[in-house]
């Protein structure tokens, strides 16, 4: 089991940058990955940034450039820096852990973080 807690969302104006944090309730190095999604009214979620458990990132095309995730294994907490922020990364991020055994894996969630760019 992981409990993940967000926080760090919030109202910024287009151009500026915001950081949200993603706190895990245990360990994070031996979880298989980790990242943010976010969803839009009347939009499915989507992946946004996912760090795996070797260090490797990926990025959706639409932030390449703007928004770094990266992780502090001595506070099992990750994090999204975001700059440049547009208006159309206005959404609701959401943390996400997905752990892996031998057999199966499954995917943990934390409650969300409202994020609002202003135009």
């Known amino acids: 089991q992981v409990q993940l807690v967000e926080s760090g969302g919030g109202l910024v104006q287009a151009g500026g940058s915001l950081r949200v944090s993603c706190a895990a309730s245990r360990s994070i190095f031996s979880i298989n990955s980790m990242g943010w999604y976010r969803q839009a009214p009347g939009k499915q979620r989507e992946l946004v940034a996912l760090i795996t458990s070797g260090a490797g990132t990926n990025y959706a095309d639409s932030v390449k450039g703007r928004f770094t995730i990266s992780r502090d294994i001595a506070k099992d907490t990750v994090y999204l820096q975001m700059n440049s922020l547009k208006p159309e990364d206005t959404a609701v991020y959401y943390c996400?852990?997905?752990?892996?055994?031998?057999?199966?894996?499954?995917?943990?969630w934390g409650q969300g973080t409202q994020v609002t760019v202003s135009s």
């Open positions: 996400n852990a997905q752990s892996c055994s031998v057999t199966a894996c499954r995917d943990y």
